[in-house]
């Protein structure tokens, strides 16, 4: 039977062959760098303004490749890691070891020593550059692997609290900080002439390693080259809202998860648009910075959406400047999406309607596949439309070798094949071919719908379906029911078995909209880190694990099993 393949209605575009440093900064006019004016702000520190210009960034992305170089003899293809929150350095180091022809692996800045030391190892890093904050964590971790404090000294490169290498405000050292390297030790020393080139095929080399999130298994390192991130850069402009040198954006999500580390370092750079940095979400500063820098649009996760839905902030600032939250990681219902509206749009000033749009992705896709367009046909719930250049497929054999295709309109694996797809999972050839086929299609194991418009909505996980009394109930829509409560911020669902009804049970787990009404402090921490990852994504594996221990020896059919927080 032949395969049923879809593409993008969007015309193809050139991806160019090259390093990726090279497709962002490349210019044969001193004053320009990329296409636009070496002038211009690039990145912005929330907290103090402190901003680092487009020209700025290139000349200490070569002086730190320089420095990486000359300092510690850094070989193109080793590998740093960076453990941080989100700061105007992170653009700096990363683009510098790039320039240095090196690879990047990106740790979640919330992970502890066993955590840090596994992707560390795996990665093959040998430098660490860490905030001062992370300094503990990462002392333990090359502690735990084996490291003298000598040795361990020598692959730390502090990133520090003071600003003062990038024109900002000075800051006292941490005391545990003391006799270790950190960035501004690295700047001033000299300049890479030019960056490492990666033309032709080598465009096809590690870039960055991010690790997927683990829902099954230990993380695996996801071998992201640069085709893949200029792949991605260069379909997403095509049908994400055109902003530009007028324009700002407001960064709160992770560096370190691919879809910081893409959409909001890289592809902001690409358009232009200057970046305000804050090291991660706080809701009342979320607004506030919005009013003073006047952003123009913000990438969020659907947790960041509930609090606007309902958190005071958002009465307290002027929020009229922004023209679009652009959501991903995780499905995002049409509820939530007309409550922000409702919220938001109803207060605005100056008449700019207020687009609410999301996308799919992976760390696998680099991440993006899909998105919303602004305008033109809108559909809330949906993911949008495929990027040009990419392929899908709807499988409904995900199990065996991808010889069915569902029918039109129904549901079946998501399938991607395309530029942007990964290289393959570091030292997991067997989980590359299991996710990968012969002919180069990528498994995303969700389970997509495609209508006769085009337009994809992600059901659920192609395991997670909950089978109840022969009908097949996606979490993902009982979850969009149960954010609509006012006193629910955030909601997970799962199946589990229940002998008496001789079916699967829907079990829901939720965040109540208002912690204070909690116990105690610990179970609000306790609970929120139970249910949600960093990245906003919902970890039903943990949960189905934690159900079979509350549920044990027990039916869910049974009347005394009691809903509970």
Wanted: net charge neutral.
């Amino acid at each position: 039977m032949p395969q049923k393949i879809y593409s993008s209605s969007a015309p193809s575009v050139h991806i160019p062959d090259q390093s990726i440093f090279t497709y962002l900064f490349g210019s044969d006019d001193p004053k320009l760098v990329g296409p636009f004016p070496a002038s211009h702000p690039a990145f912005i520190d929330a907290s103090t303004g402190t901003t680092l210009t487009r020209g700025q960034l290139k000349d200490l992305a070569l002086q730190l490749g320089f420095g990486l170089r000359s300092l510690f003899g850094a070989k193109r293809g080793e590998t740093i890691l960076v453990y941080s929150p989100n700061s105007i350095a992170w653009p700096v180091v990363v683009f510098g070891a790039v320039a240095a022809g090196l690879r990047c692996t990106l740790a979640n800045s919330a992970y502890n020593a066993r955590e840090l030391a596994f992707q560390y190892t795996d990665s093959g890093a040998k430098l660490i550059f860490t905030s001062e904050e992370g300094l503990p964590v990462v002392r333990q971790t090359l502690q735990e692997i084996g490291l003298s404090k000598q040795e361990a000294d020598q692959r730390i490169i502090v990133l520090p609290q003071s600003l003062k290498w990038a024109g900002g405000p000075d800051a006292p050292r941490r005391p545990d900080a003391a006799g270790l390297r950190e960035l501004a030790d690295l700047l001033g020393k000299g300049s890479l002439h030019a960056e490492e080139r990666f033309d032709g095929e080598d465009t096809n080399e590690t870039v960055y390693l991010c690790y997927s999130s683990g829902t099954t298994g230990k993380p695996k390192g996801v071998e992201t080259t640069h085709k893949n991130i200029i792949a991605v850069l260069s379909t997403v402009k095509v049908l994400f809202p055109p902003f530009g040198l007028e324009d700002k954006m407001l960064a709160i999500l992770p560096f370190y998860h691919i879809y910081g580390a893409v959409k909001l370092i890289q592809f902001p750079f690409v358009c232009g648009m200057p970046v305000v940095v804050m090291p991660r979400f706080d809701p009342v500063q979320f607004c506030a910075n919005i009013e003073r820098y006047r952003i123009n649009v913000a990438l969020v996760v659907p947790p960041v959406l509930v609090v606007l839905a309902r958190h005071p902030a958002a009465d307290e600032y002027d929020l009229s400047t922004v023209r679009v939250f652009f959501s991903g990681a995780a499905p995002l219902g049409a509820s939530l999406i007309n409550a922000v509206k409702n919220r938001i749009g109803s207060k605005r000033t100056n008449g700019v309607p207020l687009s609410v749009l999301q996308g799919y992705g992976l760390t696998e896709t680099s991440p993006t596949t899909h998105l919303q367009p602004e305008h033109g046909l809108y559909k809330p719930g949906s993911i949008g439309v495929l990027l040009p250049n990419l392929e899908a497929r709807l499988v409904v054999d995900g199990e065996g070798d991808g010889e069915i295709d569902a029918e039109e309109g129904q549901p079946g694996e998501l399938w991607i094949r395309g530029p942007n797809v990964m290289k393959g999972y570091l030292n997991r050839p067997d989980a590359t071919k299991d996710s990968i086929t012969h002919d180069k299609w990528f498994k995303t194991g969700d389970v997509a719908i495609r209508d006769s418009d085009g337009h994809y909505y992600i059901v659920d996980r192609r395991k997670e379906l909950i089978k109840y009394k022969g009908f097949q109930v996606p979490p993902a829509e009982l979850e969009s029911v149960l954010l609509g409560h006012p006193d629910i911020a955030d909601a997970a669902v799962i199946g589990v078995d229940s002998a008496k009804e001789a079916t699967e049970l829907p079990r829901a787990y939720v965040v109540h909209a208002r912690p204070a009404e909690l116990k105690t402090e610990a179970q609000k921490i306790a609970f929120a880190q139970d249910v949600k990852n960093a990245a906003g994504k919902i970890l039903r594996r943990e949960l189905r694990d934690r159900a079979k221990q509350e549920l044990a020896g027990r039916d869910p059919g049974d009347e005394d099993v009691k809903a509970k927080l």
